[in-house]
């Protein structure tokens, strides 16, 4: 049998479950989409219109549905105008890989000056994923190709690299193809002794806290029966939002979680780093720490454990919940506590935040319960992160630790176009929404159905908001001129809408959900409460 390594990476990405692709052609790999042109029946090609489009895209996909997903780009300029998503990727845990194109083999680290020449690409690449590959020729092209997908599939779910040269695609490759989709490595068995050590700490508790990530978000079911079982509250601080529903009464915010945690004699981490609580808000040794995660090396990275079990959660809860049965119930006087700042707490958002909180409001009431909220780093996105309302799995998109500012608009395009099942509505600031906005003429060429509200103050309102607390308001380069975001939307052809209220803001999205395409809601807002206090906390043990 005979075929080339364009045509056999086409196929890889057929037998790993690929059917769309977030990319944006060029000449380097030109070869790859005249293969791919012969199987659009089975991979569709979605084109943005910049790199990083179509790499936040890939990443916003496989955020909001656990499930892999590719990018293609060319090398050099084009690769690096991924680099912002790429590292948001990996600090999100999403299963993306780069499939990016490469000068010829002969010419690399020649410094010849070759369009999209850059050094050492393959380096960059590396420290940017959990793993990087390099087809080198037609004798390990089957075998590179199925390592990268081997490696997307295993462990830790985070970004993976591809690298093929312009000259390799039409190599051709003889013999018997091997299996493109291989097996992920096997997940590690959770250790008896630590399932029985640690259900000895839980039976000792008398008040725990369970404090999950991104990496539970598959696990929401066994969290939620680990959590009533001992009656811990359930925190999130970015990425693990939906897990514990926010009607139920376990479900806590950081605030409320920081206002408990002199008390806490258990913190049980499941999928997360802790830095965001152990190690911000301090520890000692009343406190004990259960720490379990598929990736070794976060165990204990944040602070030492008491008992720290390597594996998958979907493994590991299901012992210990049945190793803490019988022996452990639920304190009466705990979860008085947790009752009682979680009232004050609430009282306290809205006397300090009303505005947001409002804002938050009128979007939670026009999103049905399983529609998808993307958030982005503007002064309201911080307020929905402890006091917007989640109710599922994957229904909270956020940047997570990286922070990237404009990550929201075109994360959320890649979560609508994979979600189209349910309503999805992201927010900005007018500053971060410009950072991808021409994005929008990609939402309009494929019909997806994105609600975005733009909160818009004519400034990089957090630089602008710490620079007023800070530093006695000596406010420099950050206001901004911004334009009419209704009529820039208009002018891609997208719905474009303005709210002035709360109650604007909601009959605006009811109408956008409607609207088969792209809607953008300008929302005018002046100087908003600063969200601060309630986002750093200081140490408290």
Not at 2 to 28: F, M, S
Not at 360 to 367: K, P, Q, S, T, V
Not at 427 to 439: K, P, R, V
Not at 469 to 486: C, K
Request: hydrophobic letters at 45%.
């Amino acid at each position: 049998m005979t075929t080339n390594i364009a045509t056999l990476t086409v196929k890889a990405l057929i037998a790993n479950g690929i059917d769309q692709l977030y990319c944006l052609p060029g000449v380097q790999n030109d070869n790859f989409f005249n293969a791919l042109f012969d199987h659009t029946d089975m991979i569709t090609p979605i084109q943005t219109r910049h790199e990083q489009g179509a790499a936040y895209m890939a990443t916003g996909a496989a955020l909001a549905t656990g499930d892999a997903q590719v990018y293609c780009v060319v090398p050099g300029p084009g690769f690096l105008n991924t680099t912002a998503a790429l590292s948001t990727a990996y600090a999100l845990n999403a299963p993306v890989m780069a499939l990016v194109g490469q000068i010829p083999t002969g010419a690399q680290g020649k410094g010849h000056g070759l369009l999209h020449e850059i050094p050492d690409q393959i380096g960059i690449l590396k420290r940017l994923t959990k793993s990087a590959h390099r087809i080198t020729g037609a004798d390990d092209a089957a075998s590179s190709l199925a390592a990268a997908f081997h490696d997307l599939d295993s462990g830790r779910p985070q970004p993976v690299g591809l690298e093929i040269a312009v000259n390799l695609w039409t190599q051709a490759v003889e013999g018997e193809i091997p299996d493109l989709a291989p097996a992920g490595a096997p997940a590690p068995l959770p250790d008896s002794s630590s399932i029985e050590d640690a259900a000895k700490l839980i039976a000792a508790a008398r008040a725990p806290m369970i404090v999950v990530g991104g990496g539970a978000q598959g696990d929401a079911e066994a969290v939620q029966q680990l959590a009533r079982r001992i009656g811990a509250p359930v925190v999130a601080f970015r990425t693990g939002h939906g897990i514990m529903p926010s009607d139920d009464p376990l479900s806590i915010g950081m605030p409320m979680a920081h206002s408990l945690w002199p008390d806490v004699d258990l913190v049980i981490g499941l999928g997360t780093r802790l830095q965001s609580q152990v190690m911000s808000w301090g520890h000692d040794d009343a406190m004990k720490i259960i720490h379990i995660d598929i990736d070794e090396t976060q165990l204990g990275r944040s602070a030492p454990v008491d008992v720290g079990i390597h594996a998958r959660l979907a493994d590991a809860l299901p012992l210990l919940i049945s190793a803490i049965d019988g022996k452990t119930d639920a304190n009466q006087d705990w979860a008085d506590r947790i009752t009682d700042v979680k009232s004050r707490r609430e009282a306290e958002y809205r006397q300090r935040l009303g505005p947001q909180l409002e804002w938050l409001g009128a979007i939670r009431d026009a999103l049905p319960s399983d529609g998808i909220f993307v958030d982005e780093l503007t002064q309201t996105g911080y307020v929905s992160r402890f006091a917007f309302p989640s109710y599922r799995p994957r229904s909270f998109i956020s940047t997570g630790y990286q922070g990237t500012l404009g990550y929201g608009f075109a994360t959320a395009l890649g979560v609508a176009h994979a979600r189209r099942d349910v309503p999805v509505v992201s927010i900005s600031g007018d500053g971060g929404a410009l950072f991808t906005i021409t994005e929008l003429a990609t939402a309009v060429h494929h019909r997806i159905p994105l609600t975005t509200v733009i909160f818009n103050d004519h400034a990089f309102g957090n630089v602008r908001r710490l620079q007023m607390d800070n530093y006695d308001s000596r406010l420099i380069a950050s206001d901004l001129s911004s334009p009419d975001f209704v009529s820039l939307a208009e002018s891609f052809g997208a719905q474009g809408l303005l709210a002035t209220s709360p109650n604007q803001l909601r009959a605006a999205i009811e109408t956008a959900m409607l609207h088969d395409g792209p809607s953008i809601i300008e929302v005018p807002v002046g100087e908003l409460p600063s969200p601060w206090d309630f986002v750093l906390m200081p140490k408290l043990r």
